[in-house]
């Protein structure tokens, strides 16, 4: 199993960038899909992007095509969601999550292991 932080949230103004960052322990990383998903106020969580666990496919969610891109560094144990051209729509809290030999797919019930969070906020 792994568990996960996130971290790199913050306030931006809209058309600004921000990167996230989820760094996750345990010794099997590489076998894990990673998943960025994020909820705002008073709505359902939304699958975000997802990374493969061989990092050879990438999943987004149509609202983000262009503007955000998932990546993965194996040797740091760690995942980036890099967000541009940030919208205020885009305000919410994004999570991490883990999918062991998953494949990055948007369906939230394939990943296990959740991350706590982290607030991304965009001004208008």
């Known amino acids: 199993q792994v568990h996960l932080v996130e971290s790199g949230g913050g306030l931006v103004q809209a058309g600004g960038s921000l990167r996230l960052s989820c760094a996750a322990s345990g010794r099997t990383f590489s076998s894990f899909a990673l998943g960025w998903f994020r909820q705002a106020p008073g709505k359902e969580r939304e699958f975000v992007a997802g990374?493969?666990?061989?990092?050879?496919?990438?999943n987004y969610a149509d609202s983000v095509k262009g503007r955000f891109t998932i990546s993965r560094e194996n040797a740091k144990n760690t995942v980036y969601l890099q967000m541009n051209s940030l919208k205020p729509e885009d305000t919410a809290i994004y999570y991490c999550?883990?999918?062991?030999?998953?494949?990055?797919?948007?369906?939230?019930?394939?990943?296990?292991?959740w991350g706590q969070g982290t607030q991304v906020t965009v001004s208008s």
């Open positions: 999550a883990a999918d062991q030999y998953g494949a990055g797919y948007p369906q939230s019930a394939n990943y296990e292991t």
């Open positions: 990374i493969a666990w061989t990092g050879s496919s990438t």
